[in-house]
Structures are given as C-alpha cells and as structure tokens.
C-alpha cells in the first residue's frame, strides 16, 4: 500500500515536476490517438464466378475492389490444380487438361480473397436456343410456380441460365426459376443463357384469390330454347357447384329455375321456355357454401315457330340439295320455303322457292360454278315472316388440289392436301411413268379429323420415283387436274441408307456404321428399340442431326443371344425428318441373324 506522505519544503517540487511530466505524456498520448489513419480492409472481387475452357484455350479474369478508391489493390493469383488450369499474375487462366480448379485472387492488403471455378473440357458444344415450360400461366397472388428452363442441345457444355421478371415489384423469379406473385398484372418472367445470350419467355397473368364468374351469353333463341354459354374461373378457391339459373323475375337465385354443371366452361341450352317471353338469367358458382352470381342477361323466347338450319348436300357446280324441317307447334303455316342469294342473310326478297308441307327437301338449280351461296329456310305465320339460321355453300369448279408428301417408306408414302370448300374426298391415280391415268393405279383421298386431304399409297417399290395427280368423273368422261407430283420411295438415289455391321463391342453391342446420301439438313430418330442409341464423338444419343452430302454415323443396338454364337439383331426404323419441310423418312433396319466372332 502506498503512503501518503506530507510535502515538505523538498518534496513540493519533486510533486510539481511529477505533475508536469504526466501532463506532456497525456498531451502526447492523445496527438497520437488524433493522428493515427484508420486501415480501410477492401472487398475484392471477380468478373465471372464460373468459367468453361476448351483445352489449350485461355481467359483472362479481371479483379476489381469495393471501395473502387482502395489505394493499395495489389493481389496475387493462385489455382487449386494447376494440372487442370493454370493462371499467371495477369489472371490470364490456361486450360491444361479436362477437370475442374479453383481459381483465386487474394488481396494484398486485408488477404480478402475471390475465387471461380474453372471446368476444362476437350471440346465446348455452344448453346443453340433455350426454352421454358410452360409458356403461358396464370397465377394467383401469393402463389409460387416453378418454371423450367430447358437448354438446346441436350449436351451443351453450359447449361446455366439466368431468370429475370418484367416487373419485380408484380413477380419475383430466384435463380432456380420459382415465380413468386405479389400483385396483381400481367408479366414476363425470361430466361437467358449464359452462352450465347439465346432467350425464351413465359407471359404470366397474375390475379386475385376469388372467382370471375362472366356475364352469360345468350344465342340460339327460338320459342322453347337458347343456348346459354359463359365462364367460371376460380383463382386459388374451391368451386363446389358451378351452374346457370334463370327465371322471368330479374336476378335470378339458385332458388329460382337452375342447371347444375361442371367445369370452367359453361355450355347448356335452355329447353321447354314459354314463347314469346323474356327471362333474366346469371351463370353462378358456390364458394365455401355461399353462391357467387355474375352479371345477368336477358332474352326472349321467338313465337312458337321453330325453323332448322339448312342441311346442304350434293353439291355440284350449278346445283345443290337443300332440307330442313319447320315446327309450328300447332300453328297454321301460310307460307313456307327456302330463300338464297349470293349475300348473307337472304331473305323472300331475294331468290325463292315456295314449297308445302313442314317437311323441306328441293334441289336449287342453274346456280354459278365456284360461287358462294347463302340460304335460309322461311315459314309466314300470322303475315309475318320467319327465318331459320343461316347455312353456306360454295358450288363446285375445277378442283384444286396441291398434294405434299409428308412420311416416306420404302413401300408407302403419306401425302396430305389443303380441302377445297365442300369437298370430302378426291380421286387420284398414280403410276410410276409421268402423267398417270386411271388405267394405272387409282385410289381415294379423304378429309380426316385435321380438316385435311389424307391419302395413303402402298405396296410401293422401295427406291422408286411415283407420279400422282387428282382425276374427277361426271357420267363417262374423266378429267385430269393439273397439279402432278413425283415422290420416290426410300432406297433410290434420291434417299439412300447403307448399313454395315463393323464390330461387337465388350457389352455384347453390335454397332453399325449408317452411310446416307442426302440433300438438306435432317432429325436422325430411333423408333422400335429402346436400347438404342447413336454415337456422336463420345457420347451416346437418342437423336442427331445431319446435313448435306453423304452423311456416316455409328448406332448401336444390343442383339439378342439365339445359341452357338449367333445372335440377331431386332428390327429397328431410323425416321429422318427433312428440318425445312417436316418430310419424314423412313429407313427400316431388318432383322439380321448375326455370328459373334465374325465381328470380335
């Protein structure tokens, strides 16, 4: 413990020194704290995060500091397998051998460090294109949807793609391609590919949790019906019953008259209505046990008359059938008939046939070739006319058909055509000389489920050009249309496969070299053998492409051990599809019996 001692006469200036001491070492102490500069520490990074290199190919990184007035922003250079890729102290990275380094630049001041990762490759196959499913959404706010990116070809060496969002304050899109809604709009949410910058889109509408329940609309009136058709769209809620009611009161209720129906789409026509009388009609939805109604419409029943559309058939270039029927529901009929004009809506102002009974059947005559008619079936009732819906012809001419051979075998080939209005089917006759008759080959085209001429010739010779044009017969006499067209089968000059059997590879494969003379640029399939695969440099694809000239390619299918040694191979077809014209080819490889070690 210390001891207070007095001052004395010889200890004050032994204090008054003491105290002038500390004093300067205080004053000293804080000059330095005043002066002494604070260190800033810099952020250091690089301008890629993750590189792809060819083999023997370079890229310089580039590195940059956070402050950007950082004084001091030396930094050295360094790789984690500098056997894979090295880098000099320029950052200039070299590519040595297939793999995958850490390349890492590390402040001089702070020792901060950035890194990216470099892959190395012996050969970079580029980006071709890029697209999204799905292309079209919607969304309810809230809601998150998951889109996927899908990078062309399947074996591109840099798949990533970056997301971005329109409107990030409408949606928001992470690096995974998850859409979060947050309001309200409609938005684009795109992907771009790192190599190549190829983009796709998908457009999203976003909306509120409910349901839109549309105004009903109202068509096909007569005395007793009308076809009511609509929409329910529900948006992030359970609908658990959707339906039309009606009523002749305004705002109809499900406790009024309903229909009770399913789905979105609403569709139902209205039956055993009172004629002559106006209702009132909403389409609703019940949503957590309450009925949701949307806007109402209105209508009114016709008089008690009811008149079909007309059903026109046989046609011909000056003639065509008309029938029908007209329901008076008890009514007297004055008059009855059908009226036609080459303008819509025809009414007995224009051209007329007045005709009996409720029944209507008449051929209308000495019309023009290639002429569009219109054609109403009418009833007088009371003095006042009636008309039914309105039906359409057009008269015949001179067929024109343009047939384009679509799918190619080596003993059939597909073509299809453009329909002419109110043709079904059409004649053909083909021959492997030009300009076929009838006397050659004959056969039928016919319109299928596309709304398209589809006709089908077989039992062809493989390798062998065809001609075909379109014929029509009134009475004896034949007429040949002008548009022939040639198309030769599978395995002539103008499409021909060669396959060799070369070998037999340690997993019991036969593999096969394929030669083709082309011109164009084609889709190389497989159909019939899953194992299947093609070879392209080192890896093993479903599908490839090939271009003009005489094209080689390796495909590979696994035989099937019959016993002894001998195996076979399956049958198996290569479908080659022209990329400009959609036209598939067809190469069938047959079954082969096949010894092992004549290939090992």
Avoid at 69 to 90: I, L, Q, R
Avoid at 379 to 386: I, M, P, Q, T
Wanted: aromatic share 8%; with cysteine.
């Amino acid at each position: 413990m210390l001891k207070r001692e007095k001052l004395t006469g010889k200890s004050g200036p032994v204090w008054v020194m003491l105290g002038f001491l500390l004093t300067l070492s205080l004053a000293g102490s804080c000059s330095k704290e005043d002066t002494k500069e604070e260190v800033v520490i810099p952020d250091i990074a690089l301008n890629k995060s993750e590189l792809t290199l060819e083999k023997g190919k370079t890229e310089r990184l580039i590195a940059s500091f956070t402050p950007a007035e950082t004084p001091d922003k030396g930094h050295v250079w360094t790789s984690s397998t500098p056997g894979v890729a090295m880098v000099d102290e320029t950052g200039m990275v070299t590519a040595v051998k297939p793999g995958e380094a850490v390349v890492t630049a590390t402040a001089l001041t702070g020792k901060k460090t950035a890194t990216c990762k470099v892959t190395v490759v012996d050969k970079i196959v580029r980006v071709a294109g890029v697209s999204i499913k799905p292309t079209v959404a919607t969304m309810v706010v809230g809601d998150d949807l998951a889109l996927e990116a899908t990078v062309a070809p399947e074996n591109a060496t840099n798949k990533v793609v970056a997301w971005s969002s329109s409107d990030s304050k409408m949606a928001s899109v992470d690096a995974t391609g998850k859409v979060t809604a947050i309001a309200e709009g409609k938005i684009t949410i795109k992907a771009t590919t790192d190599d190549g910058d190829k983009t796709a889109s998908c457009q999203i509408t976003i909306v509120h949790r409910g349901v839109e329940i549309s105004k009903p609309e109202v068509s096909d009136i007569t005395s007793i019906s009308a076809l009511v058709e609509g929409t329910v769209k529900p948006s992030g809620v359970k609908v658990t019953e959707v339906g039309i009611c009606y009523s002749t009161s305004q705002s109809p209720t499900v406790n009024d008259k309903k229909v009770v129906l399913s789905g979105e789409d609403i569709s139902y026509t209205l039956t055993k209505l009172e004629a002559n009388t106006t209702y009132y009609v909403r389409i609703y939805a019940v949503v957590d046990g309450a009925a949701k109604y949307g806007d109402q419409a209105m209508f009114t029943t016709e008089v008690a008359v009811e008149i079909s559309v007309p059903q026109i058939s046989s046609i011909s270039s000056s003639s065509a059938q008309v029938s029908g029927t007209i329901t008076t529901y008890g009514l007297q009929m004055e008059e009855a008939g059908i009226c036609y004009s080459t303008s819509s809506m025809p009414t007995v102002d224009a051209t007329k046939v007045v005709l009996s009974g409720n029944e209507i059947a008449y051929t209308l005559n000495e019309l023009t070739p290639e002429t569009v008619y219109y054609v109403r079936i009418y009833a007088k009732l009371d003095g006042k006319y009636y008309y039914g819906d309105q039906g359409t012809f057009t008269t015949s001419g001179i067929i024109k058909t343009h047939f384009e051979a679509t799918d190619i075998y080596e003993d059939r080939v597909m073509f299809t055509s453009a329909a002419p209005s109110g043709v079904t089917k059409v004649d053909v006759c083909y021959g492997t000389s030009p300009h076929p008759k009838i006397t050659d080959n004959i056969t039928t085209a016919s319109v299928g489920n596309d709304g398209k001429l589809n006709l089908s010739l077989t039992g062809l010779s493989k390798g062998t050009t065809y001609y075909l044009r379109a014929y029509s017969r009134v009475g004896s006499k034949i007429e040949y249309y002008d548009d022939e067209v040639s198309v030769q089968t599978v395995g002539g000059e103008e499409f021909f496969v060669k396959v060799n059997i070369t070998h037999l590879d340690g997993y019991l494969n036969l593999w096969v070299v394929c030669v083709i003379n082309i011109d164009g640029t084609y889709l190389v399939e497989i159909d019939g053998d899953e194992s299947a695969v093609f070879k392209k440099d080192v890896d093993y694809v479903k599908s490839l492409y090939i271009e003009d000239g005489t094209s080689t390619f390796n495909y590979r299918q696994k035989p099937n051990d019959i016993g002894n040694g001998y195996y076979y191979m399956s049958q198996a077809t290569l479908v080659f599809t022209n990329i400009d014209s959609g036209v598939r080819y067809y190469y069938t490889i047959p079954y082969r019996r096949v010894n092992v070690f004549d290939y090992i």
